[in-house]
């Protein structure tokens, strides 16, 4: 059963592709379900695993461990790619292998494997690592690599405006941030809002997965494809540390600790594909590593979730 729900999610991505190879999509309507899915569906899924799940505040210790793992990887890719002298794959390289796909890409899947139920776990861990992939990776990287835009001689105060310009501007972190007050207020979501936003929650895994296949394009540069095997190899070291934490540290139960294990798997986040488009202008290496790397996870969250041994 668990294969042929994986399965449907990759026929999405795959059909919808095809569909762009056949002149249907166009290269830059990816957009139009980046739209939907960041703007309707995802924050309606949020709210709805909120609404219909219990939460007290010892997972706030999740959304610690979701900033944690999304804000070391950034430093030790810095540190680890040195020697690389073209500043544009560094960034990218930066920005590709950190941070965690789990609002567009882990919620979608977990909730189709497990149910609505499983969706709360990742939307905590997501409020922690969205605080380092909607705004701070980007700035950071900026910084760290001094790639000399207008980031980088800014007054402090107006680049702190520009990041929580960022923050706030996101509807899906927005909607974090408004579930979050609503949780410390122990404010329960009425039943007919509920009721509203179910349908738009369920068409998530759909939007989702259909923007993964739309932004997909197959780079020709040796170089790209390089860099993105080198991506590929410090997201699987970062996602098997993450995944070992997760299970064996984290306080929680056995279906808990495997939603956590499952969400460390996740692929590169849509906020990386998009910082690294306007940081090297190449498009083509930023979406098609999503694609890849989205393949990839959904394969191995598949085989994670028959292997390990929760309810």
């Known amino acids: 059963m668990v294969i042929f729900k994986s399965g449907s999610l990759l026929l999405v991505i795959l059909g919808v592709y095809a569909l762009k190879r056949l002149h249907i999509f166009g290269e830059r ?25 219990r939460h007290d505040m010892s997972m706030l210790w999740i959304v610690l461990f979701g900033f944690v793992c999304a804000i070391v990887p950034l430093f030790l890719v810095f540190f680890g790619t040195h020697r690389e002298p073209d500043k544009r794959y560094r960034a990218f390289t930066m920005l ?10 882990c919620l979608p899947v977990v909730q189709t494997f497990m149910g609505a139920s499983a969706g709360l776990p990742v939307i905590m861990m997501d409020i922690g690592n969205a605080m380092v992939a909607t705004a701070a990776a980007l700035s950071l990287t900026k910084g760290l690599l001094h790639m000399g835009d207008s980031a980088t001689v800014l007054p402090m105060v107006l680049r702190v405006r520009n990041i929580a310009h960022d923050f706030v501007s996101s509807l899906s972190f927005d909607t974090y941030m408004l579930m979050l007050v609503l949780m410390f207020a122990h404010v329960q979501i009425p039943d007919p809002i509920v009721q509203l936003v179910t349908p ?6 759909f939007c989702c997965m259909a923007m993964i296949g739309l932004m ?12 993105l095997l080198r991506v590929i190899a410090w997201r699987t070291a970062f996602s098997v540390v993450i995944a070992l934490a ?5 306080p929680f139960d056995l279906r808990i600790r495997e939603i956590l294990t499952i969400a460390a798997l996740s692929p590169i986040t849509v906020f990386a594909t998009k910082f690294a488009d306007s940081l090297t202008g190449n498009a083509k290496l930023a979406g098609f ?6 393949m990839i996870s959904l394969v191995e969250m598949t085989v994670l979730h028959v292997l390990l041994p929760a309810v």
Not at 96 to 105: K, T, V, Y
Not at 218 to 227: A, G, M, N, Q, Y
Request: glycine share 6%; with cysteine.
């Open 29 to 53: 309507d990816y957009k139009v379900a980046q739209g939907f899915a960041f703007n309707l569906t995802l924050p309606c899924a949020i709210v709805l695993s909120f609404a219909t799940n």
């Open 96 to 105: 590709a292998a950190s941070g965690l796909n789990l609002g567009a890409f």
């Open 200 to 205: 738009f929650a369920n068409a998530n895994a």
């Open 216 to 227: 997909m394009e197959v780079p020709h540069e040796r170089k790209d494809r390089v860099t």
């Open 246 to 250: 997760a299970w064996y540290i984290m």
């Open 289 to 294: 590593s999503l694609t890849v790397t989205g």
